[in-house]
């Protein structure tokens, strides 16, 4: 079992920047890779960015490239997002999730930290 807290959403506005944390506990020495989610109103949930624990290999979705950054801190056991230039179609409910070795999805949620950005 793995567990995962975000914390770190809030209210700003436009061009304003925001860092969401998750902090992992259980099998960590099974983590494959760890990622963001978000899911806005009415909208399905969508891939944000992801980071392999081991090594840091990144991807980002399209349109959050140039202005969030995904990193993990290994000694800590977070994953983080940055986020900067942030826009009012950034907001959404940010989920963390895990994905452990040998598998195909993401398995593992946290509760969700809203983020919410005004125009």
């Known amino acids: 079992q793995v567990q995962l807290v975000e914390s770190g959403g809030g209210l700003v506005q436009a061009g304003d920047s925001l860092r969401l944390s998750c902090t992992v506990s259980g099998r960590i020495r099974s983590l494959f890779r760890m990622g963001w989610f978000r899911q806005a109103p009415g909208k399905s949930r969508e891939f944000v960015a992801d980071?392999?624990?081991?090594?840091?290999?990144?991807t980002y979705a399209d349109f959050v490239k140039g202005r969030f950054t995904i990193s993990r801190d290994n000694v800590q056991n977070t994953a983080n997002l940055q986020m900067n230039s942030l826009k009012p179609e950034d907001t959404a409910v940010y989920y963390c999730?895990?994905?452990?070795?040998?598998?195909?999805?993401?398995?593992?949620w946290g509760q969700g930290t809203q983020v919410t950005v005004s125009s």
């Open positions: 980071i392999r624990w081991s090594g840091g290999i990144t």
């Open positions: 999730a895990a994905r452990l070795v040998y598998t195909s999805e993401y398995e593992y």
